[in-house]
Antibody, heavy 118, light 112 residues
């Protein structure tokens, strides 16, 4: 059974960098591809980006200048870094895995709330 | 504003059939990109409901079905049940955004 678990600070100061890690169990992250989705309070889902089997990544154009998704295959984890955060980055952040046969997000973490505030 | 447009809310009585639309354009659904649907209950992780336009993952009841035509897609739920009350999101890709993933704005389903 594939399980994902997000970890990282729940509070980040404005202008600082948000860093989250997703630990994956039940499958090697070299299989499928992985990414981050967020949901601001009272709003819908927003795609942040994916990291592919090749190790390359693709990001939401609106966040591209601030976001980096990386992976640590030895620890079966992948990470999100979002720089220069503002209150608009306050959201529930989900890590997710895409089943390449389905081409859809079939694996989700439970989500972690990150609040940007001084 | 989302690239994919969904109605903010739909409702139906138990046992009824409801549909949720997802309207896109020639750069996403109309370009042939697949549509997926997710069910999101408050406090839980979203769940894949329909993939590749009209396929159900194992464990998803056949009360849920998806379709796609032109620049739009739809999710149909028959035999509505109280536990179907949730938010539903469509998802596709958009070539104008470099093949980026796009979500609809979400639809709140209320079971009356």
């Amino acid at each position: 059974q594939v399980q994902l678990q997000e970890s990282g600070p729940g509070l980040v100061k404005p202008s600082e960098t948000l860093s989250l890690t997703c630990s994956v169990s039940g499958v090697s992250i070299s299989t499928y591809y992985w990414g981050w989705i967020r949901q601001p309070p009272g709003k819908g889902l927003e795609w942040i980006g994916y990291i592919y089997n090749s190790g390359s990544a693709n990001y939401n154009r609106s966040l591209k200048s601030r976001v980096t998704i990386s992976r640590d295959t030895s620890n079966n984890q992948f990470s999100l870094r979002l720089s220069s955060v503002t209150a608009a980055d306050t959201a529930l952040y989900y890590c997710a895995g895409v089943d390449t046969d389905m081409d859809a997000i079939d694996f989700w973490g439970q989500g972690t709330l990150v609040t940007v505030s001084s | 504003q989302s690239v994919l447009t969904q109605p903010p809310s739909v409702s139906g009585a138990p046992g009824q059939r409801v549909t949720i639309s997802c309207t896109g354009s020639s750069s996403n659904i109309g370009a042939g990109y697949h549509v997926h649907w997710y069910q999101h209950l408050p406090g839980t992780a979203p769940k894949l409901l329909i993939y590749l336009n009209n396929n159900r993952p194992s464990g998803v009841p056949d009360r849920f079905s998806g379709s796609k035509s032109g620049t739009s897609a739809s999710l149909a739920i028959t035999g509505l049940q109280a536990e179907d009350e949730a938010d539903y999101y469509c998802q596709s890709y958009d070539s104008s955004l470099g093949g980026y993933v796009v979500f609809g704005g979400g639809t709140k389903l209320t079971v009356l």
